[in-house]
């Protein structure tokens, strides 16, 4: 069974939708203010976001405000029940800037070096997303000058020296409990340099 499968799983769907309702608790709100997490990802209006496992869009419609009419946020989620959440919360808040998609974050068919910005809100440590599989297709989708944001709850120690050493990511600075990293330059991505000839 594919991720996809899985995530259109029925058993799988009831088993999470309780949590979908704890995601969306006035007590996690009052716990937890998603601006302010977000604050620490550096959102800007007209940024191009990917929101991986975005859920019930706790983040998601904040997010979507914060880059504003001009920017655009992809949020992915593999759920199905999260996913016709999400796509109901969007467009209750009016966000046309907001595209909820069905897919595996380890494969996301997104173009390469288009996302300003990949948030991993929640999603880490999480047995689907491996960080040797994950990583290497974040760091494919992000611009050279973009950052992956991740903020985890429980905390885990381990993720950021993970992080660290994997060589797919720089680390830049852990702002409002959000660690952030740039992508790093690889020898492959670096451009070919040809040798002068000497005159």
Known sequence: MNMEDLGNSKLLNWLFKPAGRVMESR???RLSDPVKTLQGADLRPGQTVLEVGAGTGFFTVPAARMIGAQGRLIAM?????YVDRLTEKAA?????????VQRDALRT???TATMDRALLFGVLPYLSLPLNRLLPEMH???????VMAVWMFPVAGWVPGSIRRSGWFDYLHKRNGVYCYRPAVRAADAPAVTPSRPR
């Open 77 to 81: 989620e593999l759920l199905a029940t």
């Open 27 to 29: 007590l996690r709100h």
């Open 92 to 100: 209750a808040a009016g966000l046309r800037n907001v595209e909820v």
């Open 140 to 146: 494919r989708v992000l611009k050279p000058d973009g």
């Open 109 to 111: 068919g997104l173009d």
